[in-house]
Every structure is written in structure tokens, then in C-alpha cells.
């Protein structure tokens, strides 16, 4: 979470975000100058390493590829937020603190 949220308001806008056990949803406005790969680029890079460290192993921790969605209209970002809001509900997952807005 703190890393999704590090350079929220500077780099990039983050509207939503859902950690869950094995994928991240995020919808994130990126800000002039900087592009959504390299956001993804970093927030990969940095969980990784720390990832990694955690469970005292090396290597591949995220796939390579990714999803995104152009949103055109309020109506769709609403519409994004809520997805990732409902994410842990639909996967049953009770009481998950892994999500923002909560």
C-alpha cells in the first residue's frame, strides 16, 4: 500500500487501489511527464525487491505484462473505483483492509 501511494499527487493520481493475495488493481491518473509504464515500472521494481526480502528468496516476482483501461468519462471512473472497491467482496474475502478507498 505504501508503495502504491508514495508518489500519489506528484507523479500520478491514484483514485483506487485493492491489493489482493495473488493481483493489484489501481486506478491511477498519471501526471504530465510521467507515463503508466513507468509508474508500473517502479511500484513493480520496488514491491519485488522488498517482497523478496521478506520471504529470503531472489528472482521473478511479478509477470511482466499488465492490463489497462483508457477511462474517457466520470461516469467510467466512478464505474473503476467501484470494481476495485468490490474486488475483495466478489473473491470473498471478509473484512479485507487491502483496499482504498475502503
Known amino acids: 500500500a505504501g508503495a502504491l501511494q508514495h508518489f500519489d499527487g506528484s507523479r500520478y493520481l491514484l483514485h483506487a487501489w485493492c491489493i489482493m493475495p495473488n493481483h493489484v488493481h489501481a ?25 523478496n526480502r521478506m520471504l529470503s528468496r531472489s528472482g521473478e516476482f511479478w509477470q511482466p505484462e499488465y492490463y489497462d483501461h483508457l477511462i474517457r468519462s466520470e461516469a467510467e471512473l466512478a464505474q473503476a473505483v467501484r470494481y476495485v472497491q468490490a474486488n475483495p467482496g466478489n473473491a470473498r474475502l471478509s473484512n479485507w483492509c487491502w483496499v482504498w478507498p475502503p
Open 27 to 51: 486506478v491511477v491518473q498519471p501526471q504530465a511527464g510521467h507515463g503508466l509504464a513507468g509508474i508500473l515500472k517502479s511500484w513493480k521494481g520496488f514491491t519485488a525487491h522488498e517482497a
